[in-house]
């Protein structure tokens, strides 16, 4: 079974407007509420790959209970930790072809919630059905800037394998850390903002930016680069991944799928290219979607064929 997290859920509501008026009154007649947060995106993943996944996290308040009762109407198990602030509500306006986006920051959490949540996660990691973890998405306020390494500390301790995707100083901090996750996958933004200068997706450029000495022992690290499919580093091993040319529709969570997939074929023992081609496609197949975190299936033959893996 995977165990993913998402420290910073939200409920996702999205507004379609056909024109946005500033300064006055819209009024919106088709209004969609999901779980949302990269973690929830991975786990809706996952859960259509009929994987064995259970959600965990902070949750909070009455949009917190409405989290947990949509996951389990959709048959994702659930066991998150109640804190006693509010879980948030994020606002996508979809509007003229753009998308304006309202993000509350959400709850902050208090010092015995924090201890208290590692003894809840501890429980969880330590169960034997849970083989890896995928942990995803931003850090709430009130935690360490370390958190993380802790909870990749418990994993470690159970020898659970852990893949990490979050940015900034959260994950300068684990890079920095004894303990280290399995897999990253930063996008060359975030690449770019760990190491502090520009990384373009020349595979030369980025060969040699991954054997910087921050990224030691981490054994997975992939890249994606968007309608460049992907470049990754396994142990010594460098691949780039070529993907097909797809009809993009709405790729925001395309990464978060590409974490799914990822997840998934490392808990099936999958080769590294069967692992490489299951997360391009997984991603690609969010970005074919309208919807965040949703694949159709059915293209995923025919694109797991037409994904090119070389070694270099
Ligand atoms: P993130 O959302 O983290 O920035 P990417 O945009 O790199 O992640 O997308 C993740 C993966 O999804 C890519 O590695 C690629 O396989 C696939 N993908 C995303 N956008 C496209 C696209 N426009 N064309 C083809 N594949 C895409």
Same mark, same amino acid.
């Given at each position: 079974m995977i165990l993913t997290v998402t420290m910073n859920p939200s409920v996702d509501i999205s507004y379609p407007l056909e024109k946005f008026n500033l300064d006055t009154v819209n009024r919106v007649v088709k209004v969609s509420k999901t779980p949302g947060g990269k973690g929830l995106n991975v786990t809706r993943v996952l859960k259509q790959l009929n994987d064995e996944v259970v959600a965990t996290g902070f949750i909070g308040g009455a949009l917190g209970t409405d989290i947990q009762k949509k996951l389990l109407k959709k048959g994702i198990k659930n066991d998150f930790f109640e804190i006693s602030g509010e879980t948030r509500n994020c606002i996508a306006i979809l509007h003229e072809g753009n998308q304006t986006e309202i993000l509350e920051k959400g709850p902050t959490i208090t010092k015995s919630e924090s201890d208290n949540f590692l003894e809840h996660f501890e429980k969880l990691v330590k169960s034997k059905e849970i083989k890896i973890i995928a942990i995803s998405g931003s850090l709430p306020d009130g935690l360490e800037i370390n958190y993380y390494s802790k909870m990749i500390g418990i994993c470690e301790k159970y020898k659970k394998s852990v893949v990490l995707d979050c940015s900034g100083k959260a994950l300068l901090e684990v890079l920095k850390n004894e303990y280290k996750p399995k897999v990253i996958k930063p996008n060359t933004e975030e690449l770019s903002q760990l190491i502090g200068k520009d990384v373009s997706k020349n595979p030369d450029e980025l060969k040699k930016v991954l @054997?910087? @000495?921050?990224? &030691? @022992?981490? &054994?997975w690290i992939i890249v994606s680069l968007g309608a460049d499919g992907a470049f990754a580093k396994h142990n010594d091993k460098f691949y780039k991944v070529n993907v097909p040319n797809i009809k993009v529709v709405n790729p925001v969570g395309s990464g978060d799928s590409t974490v799914a997939g990822i997840t998934s074929a490392i808990h099936e023992n999958a080769s590294d290219e069967d692992l490489l081609r299951k997360a391009n496609v997984l991603g690609m197949l969010n970005a074919m979607e309208k919807l965040t975190g949703f694949v159709n299936l059915e293209n995923y033959d025919k694109l797991f064929n037409e994904v090119e893996i070389l070694e270099i």
């Open positions: @054997k910087d @000495k921050l990224f &030691e @022992k981490i &054994e």
